[in-house]
């Protein structure tokens, strides 16, 4: 019996997917009944912008890319198993969504407030499980 192929995995399944291009992300909303604005994560229990509740909330999939707001560089993992130093920074994906993620540059000398970012897959050492990385858009990552 042949050995079967294993898809990869996303670190936090309910936030994002691989793309088809098999490197770019998608990210997973869901449009609130209510107000008909964009909720991320999908999963929220209510709309971060009225708090109605999501229960009937159209999902949404859109590109992963956003806008650097601002970046710094950490010295200090965050998190068990965070490689450092390492760029962070907030990013806004949507109208009135900012999230705080990893960009995927070896230092900051590139990057600029207001720059369009683009979020890809990065594999962890088992080459099947990835998480989110920004990169400056239409760059290749380092």
């Known amino acids: 019996m042949n050995a079967s192929h294993t898809e990869p995995r996303p670190r936090h399944p309910t936030l994002y997917r691989l793309a088809a291009d098999g490197r770019s992300l998608e990210f997973l909303y869901a449009r609130c009944p ?5 909720t991320f994560p999908a999963n ?5 912008h009225c708090g109605a ?3 009937e909330a159209e999902p949404v999939v859109l590109p992963g890319e956003g ?6 560089t950490l ?4 998190a068990p ?3 450092v130093p390492a760029i962070a920074g907030d990013i806004r994906i949507a109208d009135g969504i900012v999230e705080q993620a990893v960009i995927g540059v070896a230092d900051e000398s590139g990057l600029r407030p207001g720059m369009a970012l ?3 897959a990065a594999f962890e050492e088992d080459g099947l499980t990835y998480r989110c990385a920004f990169v ?3 760059e290749d990552p380092q």
């Open 34 to 38: 209510g107000c008909r604005r964009l």
């Open 44 to 48: 929220a229990p209510g709309c971060m």
């Open 53 to 55: 509740p999501l229960d």
């Open 67 to 72: 806008t650097l707001m601002e970046y710094v």
């Open 75 to 78: 010295h200090v993992a965050l």
């Open 81 to 83: 198993g965070m490689p």
């Open 118 to 120: 683009t979020a890809i």
């Open 136 to 138: 400056p858009a239409g």
